[in-house]
């Protein structure tokens, strides 16, 4: 075998390693990536979980504040408020005018 053939089948291994050791550190590189991206999106979705439940309870608690049992024990309670009597009613009634 030459001198030149030698040479240059012992460059060819040395690159292929080389090239092998790079694709080892890219794959690596990708895999904590990947990784990272994973766990970001687990803690959004467990951000999500903890916004859509407090929406929930949000939601729940203007149904419960705008309840017309609520409403009227405030107006009798807090403002002295009563139902009117229906002899205490007055009716009003417009007219279109003719102008």
Known sequence: MSGKRKIFRIA????AAFAISGLLILG???AR????LEDEVHKL???QNR???ENEKLINDISL???SSRIKQIAEE????RMAESDEIVRV???????
């Open 33 to 36: 990536t990947y990784l990272e």
């Open 28 to 30: 690596a590189a990708k």
């Open 12 to 15: 060819a291994v040395f690159g």
């Open 93 to 99: 009634q417009m007219r279109k005018s003719d102008k």
């Open 51 to 53: 916004l859509v439940k």
């Open 45 to 47: 979705e467990e951000k």
């Open 78 to 81: 807090e403002l002295g408020m």
């Open 65 to 67: 504040l705008k309840s």
